[in-house]
């Protein structure tokens, strides 16, 4: 009987509850989708500058020349990167192939499990 006096008490406070799952995951989803968005030589950059300002102790004028020189080493970077892409890309592939031939199917299974894990960790810290 007191479930039907309070049922839109109940109904209330289940909506409410699905209401904040739901904005909940889409604003985990917006953030998960912003931090896949930026730029992997950036977020390389700002965390490298960090450090070298706060272990080196650089001075302001130390601090500019840095980050010019962070900013040109990246550019030359991003250059090699898609001028040699595709030889890199040629490389790992036949590695892949060879390693292949020597790990029994099981060890081939383990092994890709640990390189697609060592991937993403890299992908990240891009």
């Keep these: 009987m007191k479930i039907k006096k ?3 008490l109940i109904i209330s406070i289940v909506l409410v509850f699905i209401s904040g799952l739901l904005i909940g995951g889409g604003v985990a989803h917006l953030i998960a989708r912003h931090k896949e968005n930026v730029d992997p030589f950036k977020k ?3 965390r490298a500058f960090k450090v070298m ?3 080196l102790n650089l001075t302001p004028e130390q601090q500019v020349k840095v980050g010019v020189f962070l900013d040109k080493a990246l550019e030359r970077m991003k250059k090699f990167r898609v001028k040699h892409a595709s030889g890199i890309i040629i490389i790992i592939k ?3 192939q060879d390693l292949a031939k020597i790990l029994t199917p099981e060890q081939w299974v383990i092994y890709q499990g640990y390189r697609n894990k060592t991937l993403d960790k890299l992908r990240e810290k891009m």
């Design 44 to 46: 390389f950059r700002a």
């Design 94 to 96: 036949e590695n892949n």
């Design 6 to 8: 309070h049922y839109k």
């Design 53 to 55: 300002v706060e272990e």
